[in-house]
């Protein structure tokens, strides 16, 4: 049963900072991950997908990356702001399957 | 990207009673999915709506309490049946995009509060 863990569960760090979160999956078996931020009481929005053959996917400031074998992912976010404030969500959806598992989650604070 | 709007986005409703939430995307897709996301939880799936079929639920989460309605291709509800205080929760949809990537996208919530 795949699992899908994300350290630290929370973060806050100065503006400008680089930061990296973290996820970890159970079953290396996957389609693919997808990282989503969401903002207190709303919906989840897509940042970045990497299919299970890629190893990295960039958007702007965000750079993810996956090593599949060991079963983790991690989203690197660089000269962070206080607007990067959110909670961030990773999901992995395994192969044969179009369910998608979720993280627990990491609850990021920039301060400015 | 999918564009999916949901209504209502919020509701407070008694113990006892149940609510229907609608979800629309504003092109065809073959699955629709329903989440639950508890207070400081994460998302949990509560099953998988395809259209012109029965929907598919996960473990933990039944049809009499959960009935789930596809009638086409860009539209399905979720009715939270016999509500109590422990439904309250965010009820997320989401739907793949059409193409090879099939990323994710999701609707903005309904936050229910169950009294």
């Known amino acids: 049963k795949q699992e899908v863990t994300q350290i630290p569960a929370a973060l806050s760090v100065p503006e400008g900072e680089n930061l990296v979160l973290n996820c970890s999956f159970t079953?290396?078996?996957?389609?693919?991950l997808q990282w989503f931020r969401q903002d207190p009481g709303k919906g989840l929005t897509s940042l970045l997908l990497i299919q299970s053959s890629q190893r990295e996917q960039t958007s702007g400031r965000l750079n993810a990356s996956l090593d599949k074998s060991s079963g983790r992912s991690t989203l690197y976010i660089a000269a962070s702001q206080p607007g990067d404030s959110a909670t961030y969500l990773c999901?992995?959806?395994?192969?044969?399957?179009?369910?998608?598992?979720f993280g627990t989650g990491t609850r990021l604070k920039v301060l400015a | 990207s999918a564009v999916i709007s949901q209504k209502p986005s919020r509701d407070i409703c008694q113990r006892g009673t149940s609510l229907t939430i609608q979800c629309q995307v504003d092109?065809?897709?073959?699955?629709m999915f329903w989440y639950r996301q508890q207070p400081g939880q994460s998302l949990t799936l509560i099953a998988t709506?395809?259209?012109?079929?029965?929907?598919?639920?996960e473990s933990g989460f039944v049809i009499d309490k959960f009935p789930i309605s596809r009638p086409n291709l860009t539209f399905s509800t979720l009715t939270v049946s016999n509500m109590s205080p422990e439904d309250s929760s965010i009820y997320l949809c989401?739907?793949?995009?059409?193409?090879?990537?099939?990323?994710?996208?999701f609707g903005p919530g309904t936050r229910l509060t169950v009294l």
């Open positions: 999901a992995v959806r395994n192969s044969g399957t179009y369910k998608y598992i």
């Open positions: 079953d290396s078996a996957i389609y693919n």
């Open positions: 989401s739907a793949p995009r059409g193409d090879s990537n099939n990323e994710q996208f």
């Open positions: 709506a395809n259209q012109g079929s029965e929907a598919t639920y």
């Open positions: 092109s065809q897709v073959t699955m």
